[in-house]
């Protein structure tokens, strides 16, 4: 009696405990819409997208551009804006068309003209070639006919004069280099007799393009003659170590794959050197071209008289030294010297030499922003050329020696939307007013016309499709508007744009930006679970600044009852100034996450749609690093992760990235990820691709390792076939499944596999 009253109360226990599961379930959790999901990729919406497309074009020889969209072409006037149909009959065209050049495939609705141009800068009539067939559209009298009048007249090309001939015989013909196993050998040609010049050539170290034994030949030395003197430039990887990876899928029999790649604080790393020899004088021997040790150089492969430049750089990263070497004697003299603590801006660092080296353009973070300043050939500072207390200039996109004048990119100086976003400026060498070229909110590109005085400027967002503009350069100011590309198609489907967010950092004042996905069916009402996919930097935040369909499938992600947030973190992008990229200066894996979880804080407190209690994460290369990071140090915050081809330890990466970034020291008393193994308390996943050479996946099976020697449970996928680029179809739904499966309706499980607790 006592047994069977016992049972029954087991069973109704049982039945009462399902009951509360699902109605948890029921409560607590969405069910996921797949075909919602696939609605908002990439591959859905860009068919859609793509209808109300515009595709421009300059007009050869004119102040003209043409440009279409749905199928019709129209030609714009850009000095004024004013804009017409280019052709007036579509249908009449099209046959017309097909009847010169036998082209039965062209169609009213989509002409597909290319190469336009006009003569003398008459817009009347339109020319181009078509099949081979040289074509010219009579506008006003809306005649197409073949161009009888014609001329093969090959634009005349500039030749660039490089930094030597690349020729193995000099102009003159007197002398000849030849190469054979990685040495150098001379042939004068007046005797016929062919000597060694070098011997320390080797793998790795090679003075040449092709290298084989008992062939003594031309065509292999890399070298250059410049007159009777002759450079070659050897980069040196023969002590440096390997990396070794398997590929598996290769055919029977699996194929090692070697490459060599220093680590940071090795011994041996990549040396450089620069081999010299003067016909004239049969004297030869690398000459000294770096006082730092383990430098880093680089030629400029634009000769400028009897003078070649070049920059080192100290392995330190933080001084760099413009340098030129006078070919006819091997004299070499430092110009400029730049030092920048901790170290220099790798990704916008550039220079330019102009009227021969009698001017440098250089650019510095001196102030604590990027500038381009303006030195004479000697190195002495003539004055700073671009301004802005906010700006952080970029790359220079146009250089005018005879106005004086030069069209870079910067960041930062307009009210907008994200700091971040590219405008293009106008500054003059001389000094004087700088001017905005590209006015608007958003990240802008320009297309420059032949002539210069015109250019294309089209700009985006994330919330905003592409604008497009003509501007003129030498009124600027002055922007007409042509044409837009509209996203109405895309909302009726039932898109909608991500939200352009902007919260503080966990210091309370730098603001961070970034966006933010929501499903298209948002339920205010309901609580959604939340995933951060960041990007640590620093040379990249990755935050996604011109319009985009499903950035890195985020959308679609969110479509499966999520809300997905991408925010820079500080220490993430170089275009927001030295403290701000520089802040993990050291600290290559703490930086970025009190920054991240904070930015998930602050949208909660705002969102109240956002659920603090079902937290995610996920990244790829130092995303992957981050996700892991993030769950091993938060531990209570962050629930699931996924850490894809992380480099889980910097230590132990690239030289460049780690030694940049990381310090030239190794940085103990920054616990790695492999050194937190233990405190692992969520649901992580690691994935990898098996070929990876850029963040080895033995830097993804330490850690695994380092998970498993405390007991951990977690989850590891390994991509066969995969290198760095591990994105397929395969893995955005691998990284959707563990969301779903662990975030939205998480099961429990023991995280210790060995004491199952």
Partial sequence: MFKKDRTVRMKTINLLLCILATTWARSYAQRPCWQQAKAMEEDTLSGIYSKSSVSTQWVANSHYLAYSQYGNYFIVDAST??????????????????????????????????????????PRKIYWTHRGKHLVYDRAAHELAIDSAWIDSDSRRIRIRHWGDSRATTADSLFTMLGDAHNLYLRDNRTGKVRQLTIDGRDFASYCFR?????????????????????????????????????????????????????????HVRQFKLYRYDADKDEGGCLPISPFKDPDIKLSYAQTGDWLFFTR????????????????????????????????????????????????????????????????????????????????????ERIDTLARKIIFLGHGQEQCADPSYTHYYMASLDGG??????????????????????????????????????????????????????????????????LLVSVPAADGKTLLYGVMYVPTHLDKSKKYPVISNPYPGPQDD?????????????????????????????????????????????????????????????????YPFIDLDRVGIYGHSGGGFMAAAAILTYTDFYKVALAASGN??????????????????????????????????????????????????????????????????????????????VWSPYFQNLVRYYFLENLVRPIHRDINVIEHR
Avoid at 89 to 115: C, E, I, P, S
Avoid at 651 to 671: A, C, D, S, V
């Fill in 81 to 122: 804006g004013k804009q017409v149909p280019l052709v007036a009959d579509t249908k009449k065209f099209a046959k017309d068309v097909a009847t010169l050049t036998g082209d039965t495939a062209m169609r009213a609705d989509n002409l597909r003209l290319y190469g336009l141009s006009m003569r003398g800068g008459n």
């Fill in 542 to 606: 990755q935050i996604p600044r011109r319009f985009t369909l499903d950035d890195n499938g985020n959308q679609s992600l969110a479509e499966l009852g999520f809300v997905v947030v991408n925010v820079q973190p500080r220490g993430s992008s170089p275009l927001r100034g030295r403290d701000f990229y520089c802040y993990g200066y050291g600290n290559l894996r703490d930086y970025p996450l009190a920054d991240d979880k904070h930015t998930l804080e602050t949208l909660a407190a705002r």
């Fill in 211 to 267: 290298s084989k034994k008992n062939a003594v030949r031309e065509g292999a030395a890399s070298g250059r003659w410049h007159g009777h003197v002759y450079l070659d430039f050897v980069q040196d990887d023969s002590e440096v170590g390997d990396l070794y990876v398997i590929d598996g899928l290769s055919g029977d029999r699996p194929k090692l794959r070697t490459k060599k790649m220093p680590l940071p604080n090795e011994k």
């Fill in 648 to 725: 889980h330890d910097n230590n132990q990466y690239i030289q460049w990235w780690g030694e940049t970034f990381h310090g030239l020291t190794k940085r103990g008393g920054i616990p790695t990820n492999m050194e937190l193994a233990g405190n692992l308390k969520g649901r992580l996943m690691l994935v990898t691709g098996d070929v990876d050479d850029n963040v080895p996946w033995v830097s993804t099976l330490r850690l695994a390792g380092a998970l498993i020697k405390h007991g951990k449970r977690f989850d590891m996928m390994v991509l066969p076939g995969k290198d760095h680029g």
């Fill in 313 to 396: 750089r100290s392995r330190g990263v933080d001084t760099l030294d413009l340098c030129k070497l006078h070919i006819p004697t091997g004299e070499i003299r430092l110009i400029i010297r730049e030092v920048c603590k901790p170290h220099i801006n790798v990704s916008l660092f550039a220079y330019h030499i102009l009227n021969g080296g009698k001017e440098i353009l250089w650019w510095s973070e001196r102030t604590g922003r990027g500038n381009w300043y303006l030195y004479d050939g000697d190195g002495k500072l003539k004055r700073r050329v671009s301004r802005g207390d906010n700006l952080v200039a970029d790359r220079i």
């Fill in 433 to 498: 007013t700088q001017r905005l070229l590209t006015p608007g909110d958003g990240t802008h590109e320009l297309s420059i016309s032949l002539g210069g005085r015109y250019a294309i400027d089209t700009y985006s967002r994330m919330d905003l499709p592409p604008v497009y503009q003509v501007v003129n350069l030498r009124a600027p100011g002055k922007a007409h508007v042509f044409a837009r590309q509209t996203d109405a198609e895309l909302r009726r489907h039932g898109w909608r744009p991500p």
